[in-house]
């Protein structure tokens, strides 16, 4: 049990020892049950100590688990407060997909690759309440929906999952996921759902019937280019890819929005994986509408100043 959890144990027995109207001050053993020992000592000393340095408590002597103490009002608010955000359902859902999360970033070691999840179904928790393996696979299936992890095709149960590229970005941020994903959609620039007519001054026209996108002129350049990646990767489905050349265009994609968030972005290897694009979703779909998005990529790259023919 961690440290937090064992801060929030302790507090909760003081609390509800005084809450049943006791008149005696019990000692950390008494509530707990814990048999004194001078490496116990040590550390629940050390827990006690920190509560009483934050107001939580107040101490009337001993040392460790001898050590005898009673809740201040600002105590109780906190345990009240504590208590309710784990039980908050919304809570405990962002406490798995963020520790999911950034479980998966430390198994793959920097270097995404496919995980059993099954080690990871028993070992969250949320201020010492455990997480359930149902949640955990809620949270799984979250991050899938919002392209933070993919879910191996071998249907292994528990499932296999990677991290993407953007999940690794969402890390690196160490906001929780909703937050991350609201700041991510926040940046990029509208996209309004017509895939037919003109092409920012373009006369490039194409039609599906189950897929629709356009691009809008938003004078920023980095802009323009994660708009045009986001129109490509709407489009593969729609595409009928071989699944070597689907896999290859959606990691490019994956790559060149990375890119575009760092600071100082290198034209060139946005450049290079444009044209990888470009040949990929031409050679593969073989169709009016992966030629359109061919076409469409070089002239939106040609208009921002990066050529790639």
């Keep these: 049990m961690s440290r937090t959890a064992d801060r929030i144990r302790l507090m909760k027995a003081i609390c509800d020892h005084w809450g049943q109207g006791a008149g005696t001050v019990p000692s950390p053993s008494d509530l707990l049950g814990i048999e004194p020992s001078e490496q116990r000592n040590t550390y629940w000393n050390s827990i006690i100590g920190s509560l009483e340095d934050e107001g939580l408590v107040r101490t009337n002597g001993g040392y460790g688990l001898t050590r005898s103490g009673f809740p201040t009002p600002a105590g109780e608010e906190w345990l009240e407060q504590i208590l309710d955000r784990r039980e908050s359902p919304a809570e405990r859902r962002k406490a798995v997909m963020k520790g999911l999360l950034r479980w998966l970033d430390v198994q793959d070691r920097g270097q995404p690759s496919w995980v059993n999840i099954g080690p990871a179904l028993s070992v969250f928790d949320l201020m010492g309440s455990q997480i359930t393996e149902t949640e955990v696979r809620r949270g799984a299936n979250r991050l899938i929906e919002e392209k933070l992890v993919e879910c191996s095709d071998d249907q292994a149960d528990p499932p296999r999952l990677r991290i993407t590229a953007l999940g690794q970005r969402c890390v690196e941020s160490d906001l929780d996921v909703d937050a991350f994903l609201e700041q991510v959609r926040s940046r990029e620039p509208s996209v309004q759902n017509i895939f037919s007519g003109q092409f920012t001054g373009s006369n490039?026209?194409?039609?599906?019937?189950?897929?629709?996108?356009?691009?809008?002129?938003?004078?920023?350049?980095?802009?323009?280019?994660?708009?045009?990646?986001?129109?490509?990767?709407?489009?593969?489905?729609?595409?009928?890819?071989?699944?070597?050349?689907?896999?290859?265009?959606?990691?490019?994609?994956?790559?060149?929005?990375?890119?575009?968030?760092?600071?100082?972005?290198?034209?060139?290897?946005?450049?290079?994986?444009?044209?990888?694009?470009?040949?990929?979703?031409?050679?593969?779909?073989?169709?009016?509408?992966?030629?359109?998005?061919?076409?469409?990529?070089?002239?939106?790259?040609?208009?921002?100043?990066?050529?790639?023919?």
Aim: cysteine-free; proline content about 2%; charged content about 20%.
């Design 204 to 309: 490039i026209a194409a039609s599906s019937s189950s897929f629709s996108q356009t691009l809008t002129n938003t004078s920023d350049a980095g802009d323009e280019a994660r708009i045009l990646a986001r129109a490509v990767l709407q489009a593969l489905p729609v595409l009928s890819l071989d699944q070597a050349v689907e896999d290859s265009v959606r990691r490019n994609l994956e790559v060149i929005q990375a890119e575009l968030e760092q600071p100082e972005q290198n034209g060139e290897v946005i450049r290079g994986l444009f044209r990888r694009v470009a040949e990929g979703v031409t050679a593969g779909a073989g169709s009016a509408l992966g030629t359109a998005l061919n076409v469409l990529v070089k002239f939106e790259m040609q208009r921002m100043g990066l050529s790639i023919d």
